[in-house]
């Protein structure tokens, strides 16, 4: 059985893209690995950032959320 603690940085990120901000929020709470993984990914900011002001994402935009 695979501990989730054990599983890849692009699969934590996986799962955390399907969960709701709040639950989000308490998973930073909870360890390390969850505080770092949700702090440092860009696309999970702006999910959290988006649901938090009640906004949806605009799957027509073109622009990227990183600037070159």
């Known amino acids: 059985m695979t501990r989730i603690l054990g599983l890849s940085t692009e699969v934590l ?3 955390f893209s ?25 696309e999970l900011n702006y999910q959290i950032e988006l649901q938090k002001s009640g906004m949806q994402n605009n799957p027509a935009c073109s622009l990227s959320l990183v600037t070159a």
């Open 13 to 15: 990120i996986e799962i």
């Open 18 to 42: 399907s969960v709701f901000f709040t639950d989000l929020l308490s998973c930073k709470r909870t360890c390390q690995t969850f505080f770092d993984v949700l702090s440092n990914t860009i």
